[in-house]
């Protein structure tokens, strides 16, 4: 059974950095999209970004271009998600989630089957 615990959240003050981890275990990551999204207090849930591990590729929400980036390591089972740039407005809870899937990701929540319990990312300003 695959499971997803994520970590690597915390407080940063506005212009800091924080890198996310989702570590898989039950399962390895070959063939899997992997996405990033994030749920702030009285908001819907948003995709911030997905990795896909048959090409390799990648996508990102609009807000989140240029200073985030999202990662793969196979041998690790896990996935990172590195904020640079953090602003107050990405405070949100953030979850990893996963879907067997060819081919690219996409950052629709509805497609994925597998989800962490999240970690809070806080961002002062």
């Known amino acids: 059974q695959l499971q997803l615990v994520e970590s690597g959240g915390g407080l940063v003050q506005s212009g800091g950095s924080l890198r996310l981890s989702c570590a898989f275990s039950?399962?390895?990551?070959?063939?899997?999209?992997i996405g990033w999204f994030r749920q702030a207090p009285g908001k819907e849930r948003e995709g911030v970004s997905c990795?896909?591990?048959?090409?390799?590729?990648?996508r990102y929400a609009d807000s989140v271009k240029g200073r985030f980036t999202v990662s793969k390591d196979n041998a690790k089972n896990t996935v990172y998600l590195q904020m640079n740039s953090l602003k107050p407005e990405a405070t949100a809870v953030y979850y990893c989630a996963a879907e067997v899937r060819w081919g690219v990701c996409i950052l629709s929540e509805d497609d994925y089957d597998s989800w962490g319990q999240g970690t809070q990312v806080t961002v002062s300003s």
């Open positions: 990795i896909s591990d048959s090409d390799g590729s990648t």
């Open positions: 039950g399962r390895t990551l070959d063939y899997y999209a």
